[in-house]
């Protein structure tokens, strides 16, 4: 990755951080959006900006559908990211007929991570 890059993806995660520190969701989104397609930048790096903009658009703006469509490439991205698998659970374990995947993204989160907060608090909620 170039100089310029560099500094590109500098100014954009600062621009994502003070856009959330001031609850500007779409503005968060957008910088995260632009990280994404930012070049020169690994599967890593790029997992965890569409997981980053999955944090918004879950927590923040409450979309569910995106936020899923942002965990699944996250983890396509980089299948080590156990943080979007245990996101990926989390959503799974609202919704009755997912179940199954749900238990099947936490038990993966926890083989990866077996210290993955989140997927052992999704898993204690599926055992209620």
């Not at 310029?4 to 993806?9: A, F, G």
């Not at 500007?24 to 930012?38: C, G, Q, R, S």
């Not at 980089?78 to 993204?105: C, F, Q, V």
Request: charged share 30%; aromatic share 12%.
């Amino acid at each position: 990755m170039g100089f310029l890059n560099v500094l590109k993806r500098t100014i954009l995660l600062r621009q994502a951080d003070k856009a959330r520190d001031k609850g500007e969701w779409n503005d968060a989104v957008y910088a995260f959006t632009k990280l994404i397609y930012l070049e020169g930048q690994s599967k890593w790096d790029v997992s965890h900006y569409y997981e980053f903009r999955g944090d918004v658009l879950l927590n923040d703006l409450q979309d569910d559908e995106r936020a899923l469509e942002d965990f699944q490439k996250a983890y396509e991205l980089y299948p080590r990211n156990d943080r979007a698998i245990a996101k990926i659970g989390l959503i799974y374990s609202t919704d009755s007929d997912k179940k199954a995947e749900a238990y099947t993204a936490i038990y993966k989160a926890l083989e990866i991570n077996p210290n993955n907060s989140m997927a052992k608090k999704v898993l204690e909620l599926l055992a209620e």
